[in-house]
């Protein structure tokens, strides 16, 4: 049985603000087809103050779905809509006393709802942004979709250079033979054969002529070009030390903890590599979801 | 402990008289059986009537037919590589779409060495083609593996006539019996079956024990290599306390065949028809008329099987589902899918799985509680308003699907 949290049974168990609510004027329905949880999130919103004033949900789920909804009604009552929209899953996961990595894409459902429903108050239209795969690896909650995408773009090949830019197959390595499938498969779309224990692709290299100051100036300029798309979603970035390769950085605000989050750092990695020509990896220190998932590993 | 098993197709109790039997050979009777001196001898003695008991059991002709192994998954491994590597030119295996995953996660590896695997599909009750499958037979197949019954569902397969028909084509006929021995009268001797796999704990014996049957004559290579034990078949030293509680727990199953094929499948027919009388939108999964007498599964529509059974739970009451969210999967069960049952329905199936324990009190006050449960549940989903599903719960609710 799932090792949920007392907080998460007593919100399974008694939820809040369950069933229709009515004279709802925000309505967002949301869903993750392979997984079977779908919710309907209902909101009161005050059209003079944009508060909140009431939220119900009914949902059909699992009880951490269930619980998930709950507490998102909770968070959320009372409210302005500019607020609300910053509540990241994290912030329903944490509320819940935390959720078990395979239940996290229930809080992310919670997130999702929201969005839609305030994009339906606006009267604009609302695209789900991520596709979720098979949980490959459980120590840090790395999906087998994140991980193609990452092979696929980066050009990966082998278990090491997965770890490296996704975490994945980093902690109790039981996962190494379904990451080691889905590089055979990726690869061979590229046309190249996946050998174990090959060569990283990415080798280390020496940094080049830039002296070390030269070289933070650098990564700090491009952390500062990527700023602004991360604070249009209501994160944002800070470097904190750079140790020979690796590159330490502090995620805050909606970034902190955001399902995306090991997706946004492979990208600005990817970033990163391509403008300074060496491998660098970042890693996210205190608060981020991995360190949260470390401690749970 | 007090509470309401009902999930005994996951693993039984072991019998009081079962553990007694077992206790000596942890204490007085530790003995190696292969050892020349007495406190040996007697140990091989006790294996030797408990190896006739499961001999007894299934019906075999000789009790040499019986190999003991760690468990059900080692049998049905030991039995299709033992075939792979018997039959080197044959490349082609024969099993079904809902077989338990001993047999089909070993039968994806396979198809990944360059092997084809042939899945028989179910109908909408779980039964199979017998045309389809009497064309695939051919002499490239090297094994088929069906279920006798399903674990899921209860439903049977007609193994016996299966592996005549494979018999009469030249092709092994092995059989992942674990669900149904003790459950159904079995007669080896009497079948073409050629090997059969089943497992201790699912007959009130412990965890980690299993038997493969291998019919006399059947060419064999072993998994385990090593030792002498089980004629050089499956070396290792015999986890005999373990086997001898085995024996006890087949003497046993013999003598309560009778009961579970009457009073346990009346008080599981009783559940059934009580919960169907009392939940709408709730409907039996599988071949209702052909079917384990322990066994009932129920499809709650518009709910998920894992709230069931956490509320269940909060009753004293212990069952299974085949929903996503019990196994830690994102897909509901592959039995379910394979009969076509709708998500909306699959992902709220749950088996109700009974054992000559259970009480006729017990099954009342389950039909007492699931109509509770399932009402409390429906409040909370979107396809649900009032008493019943809102019309057209497909369109008028229809989420963006991430």
Redesign the interface.
């Known amino acids: ?1 799932w090792d949920y949290s007392d907080k998460v ?1 007593e919100h ?2 008694s ?1 809040r603000n ?3 609510l009515e004279g709802a004027n925000a309505v967002g ?12 999130l209902m909101l009161k919103v005050n059209p003079d103050t944009e508060i909140i004033e009431d939220a119900h ?10 619980a998930s909804s709950s507490a998102l009604t909770e968070i959320i009552k009372g409210m302005k809509l500019d607020d609300a929209v910053k509540v990241s899953n994290q912030d329903i996961a944490d509320y819940l006393d935390g959720l078990p990595p ?2 996290m894409h229930c809080s ?2 919670g997130r ?1 709802a929201l969005q ?1 429903a305030v994009a339906n108050y606006r009267g604009v239209d ?3 942004d ?6 490959i690896c459980k120590c840090f909650a790395v999906d087998a979709v994140l991980i193609e995408e990452t092979i696929r773009a980066n050009k990966l090949c082998s278990v090491e250079d997965v770890s490296n830019y996704t975490k994945a197959g980093g902690g109790c390595s039981s996962c190494h033979e379904g990451i080691e499938e889905i590089l055979a498969r990726v690869m061979a779309e590229r046309g190249e054969t996946f050998v174990a224990g090959g060569v990283s692709s990415k080798k280390e290299e020496k940094p080049g002529k830039l002296t070390n100051l030269q070289r933070i100036r650098r990564i700090e300029t491009i952390l500062e070009s990527i700023r602004p798309q991360l604070q249009r979603d209501h994160g944002d970035i800070e470097l904190v030390d750079v140790d020979g390769k690796t590159v330490y950085v502090n995620m805050t605000g909606a970034c902190s903890g955001c399902q995306l989050e090991a997706q946004t750092l492979a990208g600005i990695q990817t970033k990163l590599i391509e403008d300074l020509g060496e491998f660098v990896k970042i890693v996210p220190t205190r608060t981020g979801a991995y360190a949260r998932a470390v401690s749970h590993a | 402990m007090d509470g309401i098993y009902l999930d005994n197709n996951a693993t039984t109790r072991v019998d009081d008289t079962v553990v007694a039997a077992m206790l000596p050979f942890f204490t007085e009777q530790f003995g190696n059986p292969s050892s020349m001196h007495s406190f040996g001898n007697k140990v091989g003695l006790a294996m030797k009537k408990a190896r006739m008991q499961v001999q007894e059991l299934l019906g075999a002709e000789h009790e040499s037919e019986i190999i003991f192994t760690s468990c059900g998954t080692e049998s049905d491994s030991t039995a299709i590589l033992s075939a792979l590597k018997t039959h080197p030119e044959r490349k082609e295996i024969i099993t079904t779409a809902i077989e338990h995953p001993a047999i089909l996660t070993l039968c994806t590896h396979l198809e990944k060495e360059g092997y084809k695997i042939h899945i028989l599909k179910v109908d909408e009750k779980g039964r199979l083609d017998l045309l389809e499958y009497a064309k695939l037979l051919s002499d490239q197949v090297a094994v088929v593996s069906v279920m006798w019954a399903n674990n899921e569902t209860g439903t049977l397969f007609p193994v016996e006539r299966m592996a005549a028909l494979a018999n009469e084509a030249g092709v092994l006929f092995h059989t992942d019996a674990v669900q149904a021995v003790g459950k159904l009268p079995i007669d080896l001797k009497n079948s073409r079956i050629d090997m059969l796999s089943l497992s201790g704990h699912k007959l009130h014996a412990p965890k980690g024990i299993g038997v493969l049957y291998l019919k006399r004559g059947v060419r064999f290579r072993p998994l385990l290599r090593g030792g002498h034990q089980e004629r050089g078949r499956r070396a290792g030293t015999e986890n005999a306390a373990s086997i001898i509680a085995l024996g006890k727990a087949c003497e046993q199953a013999m003598e309560a065949m009778q009961f579970e094929n009457t009073e346990v499948k009346r008080l599981r027919d009783r559940l059934e028809a009580g919960i169907l009388a009392r939940v709408p939108r709730a409907f039996a999964t599988g071949d209702v008329t052909n079917r384990l007498p322990n066994t009932s599964n129920i499809a709650f529509e518009f709910i998920e099987g894992e709230a069931i059974l956490l509320l269940l739970n909060k009753f004293g009451i212990a069952a299974s589902s085949g929903s996503a969210c019990t196994s830690g999967s994102l897909e509901p069960s592959h039995v379910m899918r394979a009969m076509g049952i709708p998500y909306t329905a699959a992902h709220g199936t749950i088996r109700f799985s009974l054992s000559r324990y259970s009480t006729e009190e017990e099954v009342d006050r389950v039909i007492q509680v699931v109509p509770e449960i399932v009402g409390q549940l429906r409040k909370l989903s979107p396809y649900w308003a009032d008493n019943a599903p809102v019309a057209e719960p497909g369109k008028a609710f229809a989420p963006t699907y991430a």
């Open positions: 049985m049974k399974f168990f939820p369950s069933g229709v329905d949301v869903g993750s087809i392979t997984c079977g949880d779908a919710l309907r949900f009914q949902t059909f789920g699992c009880g951490s779905a269930i395979e239940k992310v459902m999702e839609a609302w695209k789900d991520h596709e979720e795969g098979a949980l």
